[in-house]
């Protein structure tokens, strides 16, 4: 197949995460063209676009895609109507975008962490939440979300005191509630990521002394141990089920009791830690080649 033109997809400005994402789109456009593959970058909402002239259409780093979450699903469905490749596809897209996609896996048997879902519109009851979730601290964020945009961590007197806020927001998009996980203060959130459905490394994401956000541009730190099998076996079968044909997946996830309980299946724009592990742009271009072949 003779590859004339591949967008990779990111958005007009990066703002919180310029430092690493645009190292990382860096390193991967010049390994991509070094293979001699077409790529250009271009802005997943630039009107300008014909997505069509394009043989295949990478999805890396739309960062804001949630903040426009309506015309992010019209170019989705654009692209769809337009028969374009996309990778990873657009019915996975769809789906992921949402964190209601949480039921879906925990239908099948995999373990997340206990969630209370807050419908747009509803009124958020606090001490109904901290019952359901037997915890003395939450997570209160939205259902379509990222970079920990309104994401509070929150007492029982802290979210009866948030609640009047929380009801604002809530009349604009629904939420969900999770436990506050001390494991992803004292030991960390484990990502581990996956090109083509097979694994190619790890890293665990520690946050800052006072923090409990993990993301590098709130304080937080990456590192880069081994995996203990058991913990790389339940994110492959995660992938498995769920992701195995999709060119990139990243499993973020917290160990409970020795068992890994999953934060986010990350199928749309994950950060993919590119530079922590010696070959990973290779095997992310084996998996696009691959891809491209089908």
């Keep these: ?146 970079g920990a945009k309104n994401t509070f961590a929150l007492t029982i007197d802290e979210a009866t005191a948030k609640a009047p806020e929380i009801n604002t927001l809530l009349q604009q998009e629904p939420f969900l509630a999770q436990p506050f996980l001390e494991e992803i203060k004292t030991h960390g959130e484990w990502s581990f990521l996956f090109f083509n459905g097979n694994y190619s490394h790890t890293v665990l994401k520690t946050a800052k002394p006072g923090d409990f956000r993990v993301q590098h541009f709130f304080g937080g730190t990456i590192h880069t141990p081994t995996p203990p099998p058991v913990l790389q076996a339940t994110a492959q079968h995660i992938v498995d089920k769920f992701a195995k044909d999709c060119l990139y997946a990243r499993v973020d996830g917290v160990v409970l009791n020795n068992h890994l309980v999953l934060m986010e299946l990350e199928l749309i724009e994950p950060f993919l830690f590119l530079g922590t592990s010696e070959g990973s742009l290779e095997r992310y271009y084996q998996a696009l080649l691959a891809q491209l072949q089908r």
Aim: proline fraction near 4%; include cysteine.
């Design 1 to 146: 197949m003779q590859i004339q033109q591949i967008a990779l997809v990111t958005c007009q400005s990066l703002g919180n995460y310029t430092a690493n994402a645009d190292s990382e789109d860096e390193r991967l456009y010049r390994f991509l063209q070094g293979k001699g593959l077409p790529v250009s970058w271009q802005v997943w909402d630039d009107p300008q676009v014909d997505w069509s002239r394009f043989d295949a259409i990478i999805i890396k780093s739309p960062w804001d895609y949630f903040d426009k979450i309506d015309a992010f699903y019209a170019w989705l469905d654009l692209l769809e109507e337009k028969n374009c490749n996309v990778l990873n596809p657009v019915k996975t897209l769809r789906w992921n975008a949402d964190k209601r996609y949480f039921k879906d896996l925990e239908a099948q048997g995999i373990t997340i962490v206990p969630t209370v879902w807050l419908e747009q519109g509803s009124t958020f009851d606090a001490a109904a939440t901290f019952e359901a979730l037997k915890s003395e601290k939450i997570i209160v964020k939205p259902r379509v979300s990222g």
